[in-house]
T-cell receptor, first 115, second 114 residues
Framework: AQTVTQSQPEMSVQEAETVTLSCTYDTSESDYYLFWYKQPPSRQMILVIRQEAYKQQNATENRFSVNFQKAAKSFSLKISDSQLGDAAMYFC????????????FGKGMKLTVNP | NAGVTQTPKFQVLKTGQSMTLQCAQD?????MSWYRQDPGMGLRLIHYSVGAGITDQGEVPNGYNVSRSTTEDFPLRLLSAAPSQTSVYFC?????????????FGPGTRLLVL
């Protein structure tokens, strides 16, 4: 079974600085997708960024980018120029084709942004 | 578009009571699913549906029933609530049942079973 591990339960960053959130996963599949979701205090789950496993190029969405290391099964999220609105729980998730197409989530990490 | 809507936002039940959590989407999405979120854990899949009339079990289906009579609606039923079902429930949908497809989540329903 696939598992997703977020080893840091909490992190903090100063406004305007850069922070990296770590995520590792375990799978025997070769074709899959990885996601970072943000959950602010409103509880709404918001997709931040996604990465196809077959692509070597790291995905980027504005201030958010990933460092995808397929051999190491690592998928970290870098937030540049951190803003107060970035404060939230962040979940790393894995999804494979076929069957339920379920998202397998990590336990999440709470990010605090200090002004 | 309202996106994915869930009702109620919050509910308190007594052990043994039944209730239905409502989920609706107005994006004509084929794939819909239910997750539960417990403290210190990520979301876990309860049931999912790849289209009207088709449902299947996810990772933690015990104690829950679903049906999909229309594309828009995917209700989750608790037949006899137990304290272990205290959780936050999220409904999600995507256009197709594909791993790449973006899943859109509802705002969640917080359920407390006493």
């Amino acid at each position: 079974a696939q598992t997703v591990t977020q080893s840091q339960p909490e992190m903090s960053v100063q406004e305007a600085e850069t922070v990296t959130l770590s995520c590792t996963y375990d799978t025997s599949e070769s074709d899959y997708y990885l996601f970072w979701y943000k959950q602010p205090p409103s509880r709404q789950m918001i997709l931040v960024i996604r990465q196809e496993a077959y692509k070597q190029q790291n995905a980027t969405e504005n201030r958010f980018s990933v460092n995808f290391q397929k051999a190491a099964k690592s998928f970290s999220l870098k937030i540049s120029d951190s803003q107060l609105g970035d404060a939230a729980m962040y979940f790393c998730a894995y999804r494979t084709q076929g069957g339920s197409e379920k998202l397998v989530f990590g336990k999440g990490m709470k990010l605090t942004v200090n002004p | 578009n309202a996106g994915v809507t869930q009702t109620p936002k919050f509910q308190v039940l007594k052990t043994g009571q039944s209730m239905t959590l409502q989920c609706a989407q107005d994006m004509n999405h084929e794939y819909m699913s239910w997750y539960r979120q417990d403290p210190g854990m990520g979301l876990r899949l309860i049931h999912y549906s790849v289209g009207a009339g088709i449902t299947d079990q996810g990772e933690v289906p015990n104690g829950y029933n679903v049906s999909r009579s229309t594309t828009e609606d995917f209700p989750l039923r608790l037949l006899s609530a137990a304290p272990s079902q205290t959780s936050v429930y999220f409904c999600a949908s995507s256009q197709l049942a594909g791993a790449w497809e973006t899943q859109y989540f509802g705002p969640g329903t917080r359920l407390l079973v006493l």
